[in-house]
């Protein structure tokens, strides 16, 4: 049965929030990602198994560390396309940075990130996103983050649903959408080109209620 209840995304959204209350789970500080997490998250970028599934292209060093300071800047979410990146501190391994430790990194190292992004203010929709350094996949750490960020969204921002898009080649990213018990909605054939080939896309969502249910 369809739900009646209006939407209801509760905006503007300031992530500052989290730079001194950030989320914690069992291994993580969630928190929004800052320019001086560009080293940790350059050994992560510049990998090829970490691009073969995400649009980005191939970047040069100072291309990474701009790209890591554009998504820094953005903290606020009010209008649809607004995005926010949430980098995951991994509590006890230190950062690859050579800069001394601010207030944002506090020297965990950021071992991924997780995006929340407005799809439509009307219809109270959100995107969320992930990607997770390969030398610490597998081991739960995407799903702790997501839940978490999840948790926070549904608590706060009162998205009717979320949702996520994915490469359908993307089994971990699958998995990963199941584990936080988002239904596949749909496989969009051949919705994209990259590199010379059609490539297909799933879509994963969770309503609400879902989630709601779940807890
Ligand atoms: C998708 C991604 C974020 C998962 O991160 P992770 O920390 O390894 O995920 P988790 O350890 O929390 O595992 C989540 C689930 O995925 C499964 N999984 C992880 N890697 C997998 C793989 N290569 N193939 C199949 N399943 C996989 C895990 O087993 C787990 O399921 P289970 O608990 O039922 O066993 C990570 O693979 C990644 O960053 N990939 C590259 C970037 C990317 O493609 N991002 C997504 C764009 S849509």
Redesign the pocket.
């Known amino acids: 049965m369809p739900s009646t209840d209006a939407p209801d995304l509760r905006l503007p959204y300031d992530a500052n929030i989290l730079f001194d209350a950030p989320l914690r789970t069992e291994r993580l500080v969630l928190r929004p990602l800052a320019e001086s997490d560009r080293w940790d998250v350059w050994e992560y970028q510049r990998l090829p ?2 691009l ?3 649009p980005w292209p191939e970047r040069t060093r100072e291309e990474g560390f701009a790209h890591t300071a554009k998504r820094a800047g953005l903290h606020r979410l009010e209008r649809d396309e607004d995005a926010l990146f949430l980098a995951m501190g991994l509590v006890g391994e230190p950062t690859t940075s050579p800069d001394a430790p601010d207030r944002a990194h506090g020297g965990d190292r950021v071992v ?1 990130d997780i995006m929340l992004r407005v799809t439509s203010v009307q219809h109270a929709q959100l995107e969320i ?4 350094h390969p030398g ?9 983050a997501a839940r978490a960020v999840l948790g926070l969204a549904f608590r706060d921002l009162r998205p009717h649903r979320v949702h ?4 359908a080649r ?4 699958a ?2 959408c199941e ?1 936080l018990g988002m239904r596949r909605e749909a496989t969009l054939l051949e919705e994209e080109y990259h590199d010379g080939e059609w490539e297909d896309t799933a879509v994963y969502g969770i309503l609400r209620r879902e989630w709601s249910a779940a807890r």
């Open positions: 198994e970490v073969r599934y995400i991924g996103g992930w990607v997770v610490f996949q597998g081991r739960g750490l995407a799903v702790e996520a898009q994915l490469d993307n089994e971990a990213s998995r990963l584990r």
